[in-house]
């Protein structure tokens, strides 16, 4: 409670400080050359057109479980059935267009979103996936960031019978096998970690799914990743936890979805989608289905 003049003066100076912080969230960006409209998909894009004939275009990643892959010619995943929802709420069919992930989030956007790849392929009117980024949806003007729906952090799985009393953390890997999917944030932390002393504990997989595998045949006692993919190949004799992670700053991030500027009204029926599946509870449930836990964004 305020109790004096001077106070609230205090309090109005710092809200309006406050203000003008988060009025200036790209202060010191210099954009780039505004880009033309090199891509001819941009008919069907709008949110008037879209349901006029009566279908919504998702990008999402290929071979990537448990959010997106293909079984037996049928789209699975908690990003499709994300899909699924929106769609119905628009009341239009989904179509999902599985894509390859790039080099990085905004070679993604580029291709899948705004501009089109230079061969093959073409641009979606949603992409799903997507990690919200502050500096990014500066860098990347020609997409708006919407519809966050959970928030993924970097865990360890293990063997219950390697670590019978204390699940592991970094410093255990100084002397116990971890695999971790090749070239990924997990990869980099415990290569880098104290100096590099984990490094010839650390054994590589081309996919998540081939890294626990390992784990429950017992090649390594741990594995390092995103919670979700661990989850998903969880076995009786495996379990997993979130330990402090020291000097990991990137160890949690939000997921949401990316929509082309020009199409704002779309994005904001997109978001109103996501929010209504999570406060109705079919978010929630699309994760236990899958048998993952949820967490969800910080609306």
């Known amino acids: 409670m305020i109790k004096s003049a001077a106070g609230l003066c205090a309090a109005v100076l710092a809200l309006l400080a406050a203000s003008a912080t988060a009025q200036a969230r790209c202060e010191g960006f210099v954009p780039g050359p505004k880009p033309q409209n090199a891509s001819r998909d941009i008919v069907g894009q709008d949110l008037d057109q879209i349901q006029e004939r009566g279908f919504i275009e998702f990008a999402v990643y290929e071979d990537f479980p448990p959010y997106s892959w293909e079984e037996k010619g049928r789209p699975r995943g908690v990003d499709i059935e994300l899909g699924r929802i929106i769609a119905e709420t628009l009341e239009v069919k989904p179509r999902f267009n599985f894509v390859a992930a790039g080099e990085n989030v905004d070679a993604d956007l580029r291709n899948y979103v705004w501009k089109g790849p230079i061969v093959g392929g073409r641009v979606s009117n949603v992409m799903l996936h997507v990690p919200y980024d502050s500096d990014m949806g ?7 960031l919407t519809g966050q729906y959970f928030n993924e952090k970097i865990a360890i799985a293990f063997r219950r019978d390697a670590y019978p009393e204390d699940p592991p953390v970094p410093a255990y890997f100084r002397f116990d096998l971890v695999g971790v999917e090749n070239d990924t944030i997990a990869d980099f932390y415990l290569s880098s970690f104290a100096g590099g002393q984990l490094r010839a504990n650390v054994r590589r997989y ?6 626990m595998a390992a ?13 979700s993919q661990l989850e998903h190949g969880l076995t009786p004799e ?7 992670l020291l000097g990991f700053s990137t160890s949690e991030w939000t997921l949401g979805v990316a929509v082309n500027h020009r199409y704002r009204p779309l994005a904001y029926a997109v978001d109103d989608a996501v929010r209504a599946a999570f406060e109705d509870g079919r978010l929630q449930a699309v994760f236990e289905d899958y048998g993952l836990s949820y967490t969800p964004a910080e609306w």
Do not use: F, S
């Open 215 to 227: 784990l429950a045949q017992g090649e390594v006692k741990a594995v390092m990743g995103p919670k």
């Open 138 to 144: 500066c860098r990347t003007e020609q997409v708006v």
């Open 238 to 244: 495996l379990d997993i936890h979130m330990p402090p």
């Open 206 to 211: 081309t996919t998540p799914e081939e890294a």
